[in-house]
């Protein structure tokens, strides 16, 4: 059986190895200066990967034929980062005293540039590039989900355009607050409404239930993501309340809708550039359950597509499906009746369907399932 690749993520690991000589063998070197390492004279390399690495001649040339190498490539991003980008690296030049500054951050040139290309772009040189960073920013992302057990990640799913005054928005970041205290792993779209309701949630986590509601009422005075004053809010309520480090969430947006501005509030972001991807994984890593707050057309698809994959058992595991709003999603949008029909009829099966009204029975029936399984 084959030896699994070990990957290098970091100077210090690669200064390391270098030093102890021999045949390095399965390493995957991930945008690494071998350059600045001092390389062991009678060290080589076989079935080895390195990606986007910087490397001295006298390395090249131990290097077998068995080895891959991707080198750097000149693009607006770096596609072969090893690990998910945080608020302050996608908001980079971000000031908050002067909103429009949005414009020269890190995030904006390249969603200036995607849409220069184009979201179906034939260039193929702008397709591997983004490829690469898709493959990258997947293997970052599991290797952060694989510090917790398959039921202790939930998913937040639920409409962009939900309001900062709304009702819902602080219920589900009571939620997300409750569940992180406990030790889950709150994921979501990592957009706003909904989704940022969540990531405050777990930002806050730590902190007194009143200071999660004065920062709330805060946000509230800029209530749309449309609002000028929108993200500066944000940053002045991580400055005010900095985050508790052994409390996190990851942000899982993408530049496709890259009109609607990533939350700063997750403390890791794994952002794509193929929404597909995105979605797909999404929904796959939430093992421990998706809590569904209103939304529309693309929270439809987010429905449907988990109750396939519990259904099928995909990943073998069918995590609760729990529907916040009875008046919405019995009424308005009478997906949940829907469901349970479907399911009745033996169209469905292996759906554990909930609907609440009160944000602590979700917490409840989450934290029921991440403990026991039922």
């Known amino acids: ?18 030093l102890q000589g021999g045949v390095v063998r399965r390493q995957a070197f991930q945008n690494l200066d071998f350059t600045r390492e001092s390389v062991s004279e009678d060290l080589a390399f076989e079935e080895c990967i390195f990606l986007g690495c910087a490397l001295p001649q006298s390395v090249k040339e131990r290097i077998a034929e068995s080895c891959y190498i991707f080198p750097r490539m000149e693009s607006e991003y770096n596609p072969f980062r090893s690990k998910l980008y945080s608020a302050q690296e996608l908001y980079a030049g971000f000031d908050r005293f002067s909103p429009e500054s949005y414009e020269d951050t890190f995030d904006s040139r390249v969603y200036k540039c995607y849409m220069r290309y184009g ?3 034939r260039d193929i040189s702008r397709t591997l590039m983004r490829t690469l960073h898709d493959h990258s920013i ?13 039921r202790q990640v939930v998913a937040v799913m639920g409409g962009h355009a939900m309001r900062r005054d709304e009702g819902r928005y602080l219920d589900i970041a009571h939620i997300s607050k409750s569940l992180t205290e406990r030790g889950l792993l709150i994921i979501s779209g990592g957009g706003p409404g909904a989704m940022e309701a969540a990531h405050l949630g777990a930002w806050m986590a730590g902190r007194e239930d009143e200071e999660l509601c004065e920062a ?4 509230s005075s800029a209530p749309s993501y449309k609002d000028r004053q929108w993200l500066s809010l944000s940053f002045k309520v991580m400055e005010r309340y900095p985050r508790r480090e052994s409390f996190r969430s990851i942000g899982i947006p993408t530049w496709f ?7 700063p509030f997750a403390s890791h972001i ?20 998706v809590i569904y707050s209103p939304g529309s057309a693309g929270t439809m698809q987010e429905i449907f597509q988990d ?26 949008m009478p997906i949940y009746d829907l469901l349970q029909r479907l399911q009745e009829q033996g169209r469905y099966q292996n759906l554990k369907l909930m609907l609440a009204d009160e944000w602590e029975e979700v917490v409840r029936r989450i934290e029921r399932f991440s403990i026991s399984g039922e």
């Open 1 to 18: 059986m084959e030896q699994n690749y070990h990957e290098v993520e970091s100077q210090a690991s690669l200064r390391e190895l270098m």
């Open 119 to 121: 979201r179906q772009t």
């Open 138 to 150: 997947t293997n970052a992302l599991n290797d952060m989900i694989g510090e917790y057990e398959p």
């Open 216 to 219: 709330v009422r805060f946000l």
């Open 257 to 263: 809708y890259g009109h609607e501005p990533a939350t």
């Open 270 to 289: 794994a952002k794509y550039f193929d929404n597909s991807i995105r979605e797909d994984g999404l929904l796959a890593l939430a093992k421990g359950g």
């Open 307 to 332: 109750a396939a994959q519990n259904h099928y058992l995909t990943f073998d595991i069918a995590s609760p499906m729990v529907f916040l709003g009875r008046e919405y999603w019995a009424e308005q």
